[in-house]
């Protein structure tokens, strides 16, 4: 527990907070944004090198374009007069602490039971190389295959609808 | 609170603000933000075991860490398609005006 790591939490949960809270959606974006970048740090930190740059490209480089390119098409950027959150959020915010209660219980009473190595792992982007190919060849063709059908499917969804209704 | 403890809690306390996000808000974009907030959190939970536990050089936490992230970064194209789609019918993202299944 460093102090390292408890700025790098305190920057992750307030980007989280702030991507719930905010009233702006484009404003969210930016916050969740933050929030990704801490959990890639948050890798960083973990050692876990190779997560941590994924990360960075998938989620700040990919995702988080995608949501202000969805934001900014459906001109989620205009506040709603009739507020942000839904008439049942006082259940919704109840579910969310009762989760987060029940974890942090399970977490705080169980995580010193668990055999807790120090030693820095040595994996190198070689050795993830060669075990993506090798042990781990078929979840990545069908990942392939996911993300291929993926693109098809978001492309055909949004596509225009050919003498539609409207 | 050794170092294992205190990353699986920030990735409880992310989950649950992902949840919290995703029950809370109207604009079905932001639910989707929460959802990925949740995914986020369960990755910090695979590496922080992958890095803390026995035999990090199986490399188990780190490859479904990477597989969970390339089907999330799937299944937010996927969802904010939908989003896109649902909008140019009902000029609407609010998900409490989208109550009608025929459209």
Same mark, same amino acid.
């Given at each position: 527990?460093?102090?390292?790591?408890?700025?790098?939490?305190?920057?992750?949960?307030?980007?989280?907070?702030?991507?719930?809270?905010?009233?702006?959606?484009?404003?969210?974006?930016? #916050? &969740?944004? /933050?929030?990704?970048?801490?959990?890639? $740090? *948050?890798?960083?930190?973990? +050692?876990?090198?190779?997560? !941590?740059?994924?990360?960075?490209?998938?989620?700040?480089? #990919? &995702?988080? /374009?995608?949501?202000?390119?969805?934001? $900014? *098409?459906?001109?989620?950027? +205009?506040?709603?007069?009739? !507020?942000?959150?839904?008439?049942?959020?006082?259940?919704?915010?109840?579910?969310?602490?009762?989760?987060?209660?029940?974890?942090?219980?399970?977490?705080?009473?169980?995580?010193?039971?668990?055999?807790?190595?120090?030693?820095?792992?040595?994996?190198?982007?070689?050795?993830?190389?060669?075990?993506?190919?090798?042990?781990?060849?078929?979840?990545?063709?069908?990942?392939?295959?996911?993300?291929?059908?993926?693109?098809?499917?978001?492309?055909?969804?949004?596509?225009?609808?050919?003498?539609?209704?409207? | 609170?050794?170092?294992?403890?205190?990353?699986?809690?920030?990735?409880?306390?992310?989950?649950?603000?992902?949840?919290?996000?995703?029950?809370?808000?109207?604009?079905?974009?932001?639910?989707?933000?929460?959802?990925?907030?949740?995914?986020?959190?369960?990755?910090?939970?695979?590496?922080?075991?992958?890095?803390?536990?026995?035999?990090?050089?199986?490399?188990?936490?780190?490859?479904?860490?990477?597989?969970?992230?390339?089907?999330?970064?799937?299944?937010?194209?996927?969802?904010?398609?939908?989003?896109?789609?649902?909008?140019?019918?009902?000029?609407?993202?609010?998900?409490?005006?989208?109550?009608?299944?025929?459209?």
């Amino acid at each position: 527990m460093t102090v390292v790591f408890y700025l790098i939490a305190a920057i992750t949960v307030a980007g989280g907070l702030a991507a719930v809270l905010l009233k702006n959606l484009v404003h969210c974006a930016l #916050a &969740v944004t /933050i929030a990704f970048g801490g959990i890639a $740090l *948050l890798f960083l930190s973990l +050692d876990a090198q190779f997560a !941590g740059f994924v990360q960075i490209l998938v989620y700040i480089g #990919a &995702v988080a /374009i995608l949501i202000v390119f969805a934001i $900014l *098409l459906t001109r989620g950027s +205009d506040v709603p007069k009739d !507020g942000v959150f839904s008439p049942t959020w006082l259940t919704g915010v109840a579910i969310a602490s009762a989760v987060f209660a029940v974890m942090g219980w399970a977490v705080i009473n169980s995580v010193n039971a668990i055999p807790q190595l120090a030693a820095v792992p040595h994996v190198t982007v070689h050795d993830i190389g060669v075990a993506l190919v090798g042990s781990y060849v078929l979840p990545l063709e069908i990942v392939a295959l996911l993300l291929t059908a993926a693109t098809v499917g978001a492309v055909i969804v949004a596509m225009h609808e050919k003498g539609g209704a409207e | 609170m050794t170092p294992l403890g205190g990353y699986l809690l920030v990735a409880a306390l992310m989950f649950a603000i992902g949840l919290a996000g995703a029950l809370v808000r109207r604009n079905a974009i932001m639910v989707l933000i929460g959802i990925e907030l949740m995914l986020n959190s369960a990755n910090l939970n695979f590496i922080a075991f992958w890095r803390y536990g026995t035999h990090p050089e199986a490399l188990t936490g780190m490859m479904f860490a990477i597989f969970s992230i390339a089907v999330a970064a799937a299944e937010a194209a996927v969802g904010l398609g939908l989003v896109i789609a649902i909008y140019r019918h009902t000029h609407t993202t609010e998900l409490d005006k989208i109550n009608r299944m025929k459209g």
